[in-house]
């Protein structure tokens, strides 16, 4: 990866300022000069101001008049940026190091979409490289049939941290906007697939999550999750998906940093 190689990230507020202003000053201490600007979304109104007093990065800061789902915020992020590539940060991460270092410089450039590899609070790695959902995979996992974890043969990286190139995520029209809450990591991973980039996954860039599991505890948060599988199950993205993952056989690694699918006319 060239050094000269710049960043913009992006992290929206649900009322968590508090967090988002630890999460920047992790930034201010352990991100390096490829960051270049971070934008923050405050998706509500918020009580406790945003602090990022000696970032040696530009912070911009946009304010919703009404609160919009994960990807309206991130699309209308990237309208600010103007770099190689462009992260969505949650703003409940920890870094204890310059994990978006490390993942830029893991990037190559048939990759459209690189995550690193996420770990709980307690050091057990987060299930955040997951096989595209089926609905008996859904089921299994709420009747804990089937164990959270970090599958090898990945089709999706959750989205609490992604490193999207931005020549791919403009050519895809960024997160379809239709899914609200989740699924919008899913459908693009999926999208990027068929449009011919990689998903890199890089175990070697290490952050903290502190995950917040809303749809288990919160009926409207369940609706929504519902209500985007529904609408992924559905979609011909989600069919053509499955049809050529079957044709192709299981994801292949391409090395100990990051495994990926074949492009949809079968190259490597």
């Not at 912070?59 to 992020?77: C, K």
Request: hydrophobic residues 40%; charged residues 25%.
């Amino acid at each position: 990866m060239n050094s000269d190689v710049q960043l913009t990230a992006s992290v929206v507020s649900h009322g968590q300022m508090r967090l988002v202003n630890t999460l920047i000053a992790d930034l201010i201490r352990h991100a390096g000069p490829p960051l270049k600007r971070l934008v923050v979304t405050l998706n509500v109104p918020q009580a406790e101001a945003l602090r990022a007093d000696g970032a040696p990065f530009e912070v911009i800061t946009l304010r919703n008049d009404r609160a919009l789902g994960f990807g309206a915020n991130h699309n209308r992020a990237f309208r600010h940026c103007n770099t190689d590539w462009f992260a969505v940060l949650n703003p409940d991460l920890r870094l204890s190091d310059d994990a978006l270092g490390l993942l830029l410089a893991a990037c190559e450039p048939q990759d459209g979409l690189v995550a690193p590899l996420i770990l709980n609070v307690d050091g057990t790695a987060a299930d955040a490289a997951r096989r595209v959902p089926t609905p008996m995979q859904v089921i299994a996992r709420r009747l804990g049939r089937q164990r959270p974890g970090t599958d090898p043969d990945f089709d999706w990286l959750a989205g609490m941290c992604l490193l999207l190139n931005s020549e791919a995520f403009r050519s895809l029209g960024g997160f379809d906007e239709r899914y609200f809450m989740y699924c919008e990591d899913t459908d693009l991973c999926l999208r990027m697939q068929l449009a011919g980039w990689r998903l890199r996954h890089v175990t070697g860039a290490r952050l903290v999550h502190d995950a917040r599991r809303d749809s288990h505890r919160s009926l409207r948060h369940l609706g929504w999750h519902l209500a985007s599988l529904i609408r992924l199950w559905r979609s011909p993205v989600f069919r053509t998906y499955m049809r050529r993952r079957n044709q192709l056989g299981p994801l292949r690694r391409t090395g100990l940093s990051g495994e990926g699918l074949p492009s949809p006319d079968g190259r490597p």
